[in-house]
């Protein structure tokens, strides 16, 4: 009796052991069923989101000629002097580019930023060029950037006077003459005259009493004289002028130079007949060269997604510099970290938690985004690396890696084709968009390009010159040359003070 009641009650616990089991068993099907559908609903909104960015950002062909059109309407506006025009197309007052047949000595100045160089070079007419150059950059104390105008220009003059008392003798100044300098002044400047501007505003840190609407040139040459340094300043340039002046000298087709850097813009050689707005005699060259200040631009046909729209709107400059927004390394790297929030935020794409560091604005640049895009590697580790060190995740997998790339290409390859639809607006406007219907041959035509968003992005450059390509058509397309002029304001702005000398042609 007893034997039957163990047997009996072992049946029964090996009886509720299997319906364990089999409750068990059911509910792993039932949670990996919805596990299975939470995960193809995260996909189902990824996918959304994916789509979506790529309607938003979308550039085919029609739509980039369009934009150039509004562009070369914009710049027409701009050569009128409408003040409503959205791009100034500032008259440089070079209307002297570079030949190569500049000798001599020449000094460049270039501002810029939170550091400045300068640099000599010494030029040997058209048979030996540039026959020396030697340059150093210096590095401006945090407390002149805020401080006096004297303060600053004194500091500028002092560093220029110790580099010329290291000029050796493979330079040579003709005796009797001053040493003449280039001055590029990448700061907002109403020009007056080659060698004379007054300053608008500063910007890039900067914040100085007493220099707006005052003529920095005289305020350098000012500070020159306390130090005894006896130089002239030729030519005031900004750095897209000093390219574009840089690029001739290495070869006379260069027409117009466009930087795609940190910031972008672009200047091209204008018959001076065609400047409504210029009123005093036409230069003896006929020709003006114009700095469109073109990341201003702004048309309803740009393709804004919301992250533009948000980008902008929470910028220093809402409403303002909307081209240069959408095609320049500052902010190329954000427009894919706000696509990639959006993503982690509808689409869980980082896990259920969105990472706190991809939260904050800017924290993705664009070397950063670039690094990521060149990735090739089967695995694409350092992608993965990327993301581990910027936005806080140690394991994604490689499906996020794969959509991460493809946010980057996409952000990538609108940036590149609107800037090639600025290019070719730029062409369209001096008439070298096409075969002249005469039959004659269409010239060769040369952009310099600098800035390093263009020369170390090469996903970007390449798809920058495929898209010109593109708009230009086959045959047109073989006489117009894309070149880097790698670091060409610099050396740009010694060559405008030789092409500008007070002493007239250079020798």
């Given at each position: 009796m007893g034997k039957s009641v163990v047997v009996g009650a072992a049946v029964v616990a090996c009886a509720a052991v299997g319906v364990a089991a089999v409750l068990v068993h059911r509910r792993r099907r039932r949670d990996a069923a919805l596990l299975g559908s939470a995960e193809a609903e995260?996909?189902?909104?990824?996918?959304?989101?994916?789509?979506?960015?790529?309607?938003?950002?979308?550039?085919?062909?029609?739509?980039?000629?369009?934009?150039?059109?509004?562009?070369?309407?914009?710049?027409?506006?701009?050569?009128?002097?409408?003040?409503?025009?959205?791009l100034k197309m500032l008259i440089s007052y070079v209307d002297n580019l570079p030949t190569g047949d500049e000798h001599g000595l020449f000094y460049a100045l270039d501002l810029g930023g939170t550091n400045f160089r300068v640099l000599r070079v010494q030029l040997g007419g058209r048979e030996k060029r540039v026959v020396k150059q030697q340059y150093e950059e210096v590095s401006?104390?945090?407390?002149l950037m805020v401080g006096t105008s004297i303060e600053l220009f004194d500091f500028i003059a002092a560093a220029l006077a110790k580099f010329v008392d290291t000029e050796g003798d493979d330079f040579h100044l003709p005796e009797g003459?001053?040493?003449?300098?280039?001055?590029?002044?990448?700061?907002?400047?109403?020009?007056?005259?080659?060698?004379?501007?007054?300053?608008?505003?500063?910007?890039k840190g900067f914040?100085?009493?007493?220099?707006?609407?005052?003529?920095?040139?005289?305020?350098l040459s000012r500070a020159m004289e306390r130090q005894g340094l006896d130089m002239?300043?030729?030519?005031?340039?900004?750095d897209t002028v000093g390219t574009l002046?840089?690029?001739?000298?290495?070869?006379?087709?260069?027409?117009?130079a466009v930087i795609l850097g940190t910031g972008t813009n672009a200047a091209y050689v204008e018959h001076a007949n065609a400047i409504p707005k210029w009123t005093g005699l036409l230069p003896k060259s006929g020709n003006m060269v114009i700095n469109t200040?073109?990341?201003?631009?702004?048309?309803?046909?740009?393709?804004?997604?919301?992250?533009?729209?948000?980008?902008?709107?929470?910028?220093?400059?809402?409403?303002?510099q909307i081209?240069?927004?959408?095609?320049?390394?500052?902010?190329?790297?954000?427009?894919?970290?706000?696509?990639?929030?959006?993503?982690?935020?509808?689409?869980?794409?980082?896990?259920d938690v969105v990472p706190t560091k991809l939260e904050q604005p800017f924290i993705l640049r664009t070397p950063d985004m670039s690094a990521m895009h060149h990735d090739s590697s089967h695995d694409l580790k350092t992608l993965g690396s990327k993301l581990k060190d910027i936005v806080g995740v140690a394991d994604t997998s490689l499906e996020v890696r794969y959509i991460t790339r493809h946010i980057c290409d996409l952000v990538a390859e609108r940036g590149a084709r609107l800037a090639a639809a600025g290019i070719y607006s730029i062409l369209k406007k001096i008439g070298r968009d096409k075969v002249p219907s005469s039959g004659s041959k269409m010239p060769r035509t040369v952009i310099a390009l600098d800035g390093g968003l263009y020369e170390h992005y090469k996903k970007f450059s390449s798809c920058v010159e495929a898209t010109l390509t593109d708009l230009l058509g086959e045959e047109a397309s073989s006489s117009v040359v894309a070149k880097l002029a790698n670091d060409g304001s610099g050396i740009g702005a010694a060559l405008l003070a030789a092409s500008h000398s007070q002493y007239g042609k250079s020798d």
């Amino acid at each position: 009796m007893g034997k039957s009641v163990v047997v009996g009650a072992a049946v029964v616990a090996c009886a509720a052991v299997g319906v364990a089991a089999v409750l068990v068993h059911r509910r792993r099907r039932r949670d990996a069923a919805l596990l299975g559908s939470a995960e193809a609903e995260r996909r189902r909104r990824a996918a959304a989101v994916i789509e979506e960015v790529e309607r938003s950002l979308a550039t085919p062909t029609a739509l980039l000629r369009g934009i150039a059109d509004a562009m070369v309407a914009e710049m027409e506006r701009g050569l009128r002097g409408d003040i409503h025009a959205q791009l100034k197309m500032l008259i440089s007052y070079v209307d002297n580019l570079p030949t190569g047949d500049e000798h001599g000595l020449f000094y460049a100045l270039d501002l810029g930023g939170t550091n400045f160089r300068v640099l000599r070079v010494q030029l040997g007419g058209r048979e030996k060029r540039v026959v020396k150059q030697q340059y150093e950059e210096v590095s401006i104390p945090p407390h002149l950037m805020v401080g006096t105008s004297i303060e600053l220009f004194d500091f500028i003059a002092a560093a220029l006077a110790k580099f010329v008392d290291t000029e050796g003798d493979d330079f040579h100044l003709p005796e009797g003459r001053q040493r003449e300098l280039g001055f590029t002044f990448s700061f907002p400047v109403n020009q007056t005259s080659i060698s004379s501007g007054t300053l608008i505003k500063w910007t890039k840190g900067f914040s100085i009493n007493g220099t707006v609407g005052e003529d920095v040139v005289s305020e350098l040459s000012r500070a020159m004289e306390r130090q005894g340094l006896d130089m002239k300043v030729t030519a005031l340039v900004n750095d897209t002028v000093g390219t574009l002046a840089g690029g001739r000298y290495m070869d006379n087709d260069v027409v117009a130079a466009v930087i795609l850097g940190t910031g972008t813009n672009a200047a091209y050689v204008e018959h001076a007949n065609a400047i409504p707005k210029w009123t005093g005699l036409l230069p003896k060259s006929g020709n003006m060269v114009i700095n469109t200040e073109w990341g201003s631009f702004k048309s309803g046909k740009l393709p804004l997604s919301e992250y533009d729209k948000a980008m902008d709107f929470e910028s220093l400059n809402p409403g303002e510099q909307i081209y240069e927004k959408m095609i320049s390394g500052m902010y190329l790297g954000e427009i894919v970290r706000r696509i990639l929030l959006k993503l982690a935020h509808d689409a869980s794409l980082f896990g259920d938690v969105v990472p706190t560091k991809l939260e904050q604005p800017f924290i993705l640049r664009t070397p950063d985004m670039s690094a990521m895009h060149h990735d090739s590697s089967h695995d694409l580790k350092t992608l993965g690396s990327k993301l581990k060190d910027i936005v806080g995740v140690a394991d994604t997998s490689l499906e996020v890696r794969y959509i991460t790339r493809h946010i980057c290409d996409l952000v990538a390859e609108r940036g590149a084709r609107l800037a090639a639809a600025g290019i070719y607006s730029i062409l369209k406007k001096i008439g070298r968009d096409k075969v002249p219907s005469s039959g004659s041959k269409m010239p060769r035509t040369v952009i310099a390009l600098d800035g390093g968003l263009y020369e170390h992005y090469k996903k970007f450059s390449s798809c920058v010159e495929a898209t010109l390509t593109d708009l230009l058509g086959e045959e047109a397309s073989s006489s117009v040359v894309a070149k880097l002029a790698n670091d060409g304001s610099g050396i740009g702005a010694a060559l405008l003070a030789a092409s500008h000398s007070q002493y007239g042609k250079s020798d």
